[in-house]
Structure formats: C-alpha cells, structure tokens
C-alpha cells in the first residue's frame, strides 16, 4: 500500500456512508484497532490507546480539513520521531528519512504525512465537504474539491454533483 493510500485508509476509519448519512466509527474495540495495523502496516505493532488514536484521527482529519499546517506541526511535535540523512552519491543531494523510535501507528501516519510533505504532496490529501470521505486529489491541478463527482464512485456519492445542483436551484430560486 502507497503513502498517500495509508494515510487516507487511516483518516477514513470515520465516515459517514452514502446510505444511512449517520457517522460511523470502524475503530469501536482495540481488536479493530489491531486488524486495522495489521492490513495497513504489517510489518509494525502499535501500543497506542484506542482513546488516542481516534483523538489524533479526530485533531488530523481537523487539521486538513482547515488546511492548517500549524496544527499538523503541532501533531508532529507532540510524538517522538526521527530522521537520519543518506547521502545520494557525490554530489550534494540527500535523502531524509524519517522513522518512529516506538511501536506506535499515530507515530506510522505521521512518519507517513512527513514523507508526503517531503514528496510536496501532502495538499493532496482532502476532505469532502459533504460526506467527510478523505481522497488523494489526483488532478492536475490538484483543485479538486469534492470525494466524486459522479455516483458511480467506489462510496457511490456525487457529492460535487450534488452541491452545484444545490447552488444553482438556490441561485435560481432567488431569481424568481
């Protein structure tokens, strides 16, 4: 699994389904937690509290949502994480790589969300407005707003759809 498919894996472990539009936890029970470590990264453990992942889920989620890199810093202060510098050949160029010195998937995601702002992608990472679903903008200009913009989407949400349609009858209905 890529970088960007874990962090938004992780951040998608809240969401609020097309059908019963109620929000919906997947991490209820430490065993969620485990089987969630061990589908995404199975080469690590974690001996986080249930009660601090889904707090650090809720401050991320939060943090990209108001496009605060404040707030990730934040994140990322609060944990212990390191790096070390490989040397790329002769010439000046390095290569940073960042590490977690516990077993911990909050310091997993961030080692993650580091190497995103590092690859100059972490703006990639968003949040619909609508249905809160977490996607990696792949456009080109990477502007994109909203999860799907057609309700043949793999959560089955046209939410861009849906909220210009919103705003053009509310447009026109003032007209009238």
Not at 62 to 83: G, K, P
Not at 114 to 127: E, T, V, W, Y
Not at 144 to 165: D, F, L
Request: proline share 3%; glycine share 2%.
């Amino acid at each position: 699994m890529k970088t960007a498919e874990r962090v938004v894996s992780f951040l998608n472990t809240w969401e609020i389904p097309n059908k019963e539009r109620t929000p919906k936890e997947h991490l209820e029970k430490t065993t969620d937690l485990a089987h969630f470590m061990n589908a995404v990264y199975p080469e690590r453990n974690s001996d986080d509290l249930l009660e601090e992942v889904l707090n650090f889920r809720t401050r991320l989620r939060s943090a990209i949502e108001a496009s605060e890199m404040e707030r990730v810093n934040t994140l990322i202060s609060e944990r212990d994480l390191d790096f070390t510098i490989k040397a790329n050949g002769a010439g000046p160029a390095a290569e940073v790589r960042f590490y977690s010195k516990t077993d911990s998937l909050i310091n997993q995601v961030l080692v993650d969300i580091l190497q995103l702002i590092q690859a100059n992608s972490f703006h990639r990472i968003k949040i619909c407005p609508d249905c809160k679903w977490a996607f990696f903008d792949q456009s080109k200009s990477a502007t994109k707003k909203w999860c799907s913009m057609n309700a043949k989407s793999p959560h089955g949400r046209a939410c861009g759809t849906i909220s210009k349609v919103k705003k053009y009858r509310e447009k026109n209905k003032e007209e009238l």
